[in-house]
């Protein structure tokens, strides 16, 4: 067998790379159909707005699916901690204890849902399901129904500093940008991201080679809570406004994104870069359709469609599970290594 | 298989007697009994062969040895000194020198070879992010030298499920060897290898013992462990029924031992 690496093989091996054509492919075939939309600043700066917070959640969520589990709680915990913020700037014109509780708020039902997961042994999807409605229902009796509009908001200081604008840029796009390349750095260079791999691709193999899985699942709980509440900060401050579903769009987006960037369900196996990609599909192609002059309620369609070809996409680039194999398949049928097919 | 090991292990080691010991320990699965007062122990530079039939608790009995589980009862001793049981864990046994090869799979399917050498105890620098660089340049290392992977193809970046079993279990016993134990577990190391294969790891474990180290050595094929090892311990249904220095016991009579144990299974269930 050759020694050297073909260059589709070392291509391949690019994080996100595959993905990440795709959605310059998507902005390319945009600039054509809508140019006076997308050839302009302005709609890249409303996806950076928008799609901060979904990036953050996204990026979070990316992590826990990495270890083979699953947090569908985030979108009340969007709710709760926008809550907590609006009431605290409302009632007690105190927004950085507000901003304080909220993260609090988020680590709080975190650290519940990686008790229920970890120690009690609840699959996450079901706890966190369970959790989901608690903290939904809980957001609605706190606030007794009511949206809270928070005029004037943008005169703080933590408003300017998580959401104001440089110039024409949205403060929130650095914050989730910066959060983001954090997580890479969580993910593929730090011991706690490498034991989320290791569990998720066979928890008995990270017991056996002495991860502690109970603890660092419980701690990526925990990290997804607190994401989960600084997305609801910036979206909270950036809409001036709360409302007690504020979270419930964000549930299949968020998860949406993390799969079409290539991280896989099954655990053992993520792309952050893939996420990040997979987040401004989700955002552009919301703008995009409405901006091309398609029926907005085409958009969902769309999306399934980007998703699902998304997902075959990388299935053909993973294989069945024979990486080695799969690159020999490759080779073979572009014609770079005839006879070598095993 | 080299024998690069290091040939002294360090000066305040030498004293001991026992690399590990247990007293009458119990495991307890639900309502199953795993193991039942069992006595075992390991000298420091000694090759036990521990042999039993499928469900004896030979598995078990190295998983506590290993860290991975904790005993519902008795004591363990290692270098002589007794272990705190509710600090013990494969990190401890880790750093006590202790190196487990297990029978089932303990390798990331997922993951590069480079993570799998080092997960657990990776090399960090000064603000605790992995030295990507030097465990993949380690790990090529090991894959040329100590395991002779070369020219194979399979490189640190290779992915475990890309390997077959033979390979993974050079991998899993390179991690051993890197770490540089002082007892090493070796779970049925053969299972999934072609017979030279069998070869370099039984001459493995003789490197082990000339260069100072004690090995726990499980395995079906009687005349394997009866060729490498010192001491021949006989589990059957959670207790310690034989526990013999192999001169004692010639390869015909353990093999016909193992058949009457055998048999006398079969009586018990029909």
Redesign the interface.
Known sequence: ???RESLTARLL?IEGLPISTVLLLLVAVFMLVAPEVFLSYRIYMSFLANGAPLLVLAAGLTLLIAAGEIDLSFPSVVALSGWVLAYCIHQHEAPWLGLLLALLAGALVGFLNGVLVARVGIPSIIATLATQFLWGGITTVLSEGLSYSLSDIDELLVWKLLVGRIGPLPVQALWAVGLTAWLW?VLN???FG??L??IG??A?????????TRREKTRAFVLMGVLGAFASVLLTLENQNFFNTQGAGYLLEVMAAVFIGGT?VFG??ASMVGTVAGSFIIVMVEAGIVATGVQGFWVRAVVGVVFLAAVVGHMLIEGP?????RVRLLRGKFGLNQGERS | MPHSLPATPARDEQLFQHIVRLERVDMTFGRVQALSQVDFEVGRNEIVGLIGDNGAGKSTLIKIISGVLRPTAGTVWVRDQRVDPSSYSVRRAHDLRIETVHQTQSLGEKQPLWRNLFVGRQIVGRFGFIDVKKEKEIANQLLRKAIGFRGQGITAESTVRDLSGGERQGIAIARAMHFQADLIVLDEPTTALAVNEVRKVLSFIEGAKSGGRACIYIEHNLAHVHEVADRLVILDRGKVVRDVKKGELSLAELTSQMIALHEGHGDGHA
């Not at chain 1, 008995?204 to 502690?212: L, Q, W």
């Not at chain 1, 599970?321 to 194999?325: A, E, N, V």
Request: hydrophobic residues 35%; proline residues 0%.
């Open positions: 067998m050759a020694t091996r750095l260079r730090r011991r490498e034991h791999l290791f691709d066979n008995k193999v990270a017991e056996i080679v002495g991860v502690n896989s053992g196996k599970g024979k990486g080695i194999t």
